[in-house]
């Protein structure tokens, strides 16, 4: 039977931490504050914030939300970033994506002062991770860092098939994952035979955001499943990039949908949070 990794209780577990400390740097009169920036009403982004400001309140973080009509301008977007880069009260940024069709979403995020930056997507952020400096890291990828480590299983040495290379998460997976020592294979659209490849995979993170496109052909015996999709099925429920039901029972361990990577990328978004106090200073 495979081990179901638990991402909703090992994430509260990091909340429970970030609070401790919050609750120390407040002592110290060091508050902690996250700026979220919202342009326009898409149903899932509405969730998303909501959830975050849910986090930053369990915390004890101050959330100051920046809610935009659609029809904003991206100069109106980059000047509230402008202020928002020069208010040493605010620590961190985070501009929800993605962002109404008619603004450059790149030029945004190379807007961010890459001190406050806790999204880990400005280009001097990824850069820094590619050369081990510190800096952000994106949230979702060190959340699968987190979840593996603190489920005790081990990636040194280990055969990492990550599908997807998305500059969110799987590039700077990789580039994680090479870090844990793990030997690495990225894998995209255009990879042939992708299952001869991600059979060889002990531990296969899937990022494609292909609803159910992982069945029980890829995945050898024993494997850990990394599942970062976010789909609806047929009856309206969530699902992810797995075919969780058929998968299941071919691995060691597998992370369900809800209550795997989802909970955990915003358990580093705080995280994040609390490093942006002590890279600004
Ligand atoms: N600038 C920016 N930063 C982001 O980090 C960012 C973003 N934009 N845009 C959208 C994606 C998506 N994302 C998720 C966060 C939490 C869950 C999450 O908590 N999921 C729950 C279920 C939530 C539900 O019930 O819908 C779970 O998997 O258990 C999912 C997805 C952050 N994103």
Redesign the pocket.
């Known amino acids: 039977m495979a081990e179901i990794i638990d991402?909703?209780k090992i994430s509260q577990e990091i909340k429970d931490e970030l609070k401790e400390k919050v609750a120390a740097m407040h002592a110290q009169g060091q508050e902690v504050t996250l700026a979220v920036v919202l342009v326009g009403q898409d149903p899932?982004?509405c969730?998303?914030v909501r959830?975050k400001k849910r986090a930053c309140e369990y915390i004890g973080i101050r959330s100051l939300s920046y809610e935009l009509a659609e029809d904003t301008s991206e100069e109106e977007v980059l000047a509230l970033i402008d202020k928002l880069n020069g208010d040493k009260d605010v620590n961190g940024i985070?501009?929800?994506?993605?962002l109404p069709k008619h603004m450059d979403e790149d030029k945004i995020t190379r807007a961010i002062d890459p001190l406050k930056d806790v999204?880990g997507?400005h280009p001097q952020n990824v850069g820094a991770l590619s050369i081990g400096l510190p800096g952000f890291v994106s949230?979702?990828p060190a959340g699968i860092i987190q979840l593996l480590k603190r489920s005790h299983i081990d990636m040194e040495g280990k055969h990492c098939v990550i599908v997807g290379r998305s500059n969110i998460v799987g590039k700077p997976m990789a580039l994680l994952m090479l870090r844990e020592n793990a030997t690495v294979t990225v894998t995209h659209s255009k990879t042939k035979d992708l299952a001869s490849v991600t059979r060889q995979a002990d531990i296969l993170i899937v990022a494609i955001g292909k609803k159910q496109f992982i069945t029980a052909d890829y995945v050898k015996e024993g494997v850990v499943v990394i599942d970062v999709g976010?789909h609806r099925d047929e009856n309206n429920h969530?699902c992810g990039d797995v075919a969780y039901d058929e998968v299941a029972s071919h691995c060691s361990a597998i992370t369900p949908?809800?209550?795997?990577?989802?909970?955990m990328?915003?358990a580093m978004?705080m995280h994040n949070c609390l490093e942006s106090v002590d890279l600004q200073k």
């Not at 949908?257 to 909970?263: D, L, S, Y």
């Open positions: 991402g909703k899932a982004s969730v998303y959830n985070l501009v929800q994506l993605p999204d997507f949230c979702t976010m969530l949908v809800p209550g795997g990577v989802g909970p990328t915003i978004l």
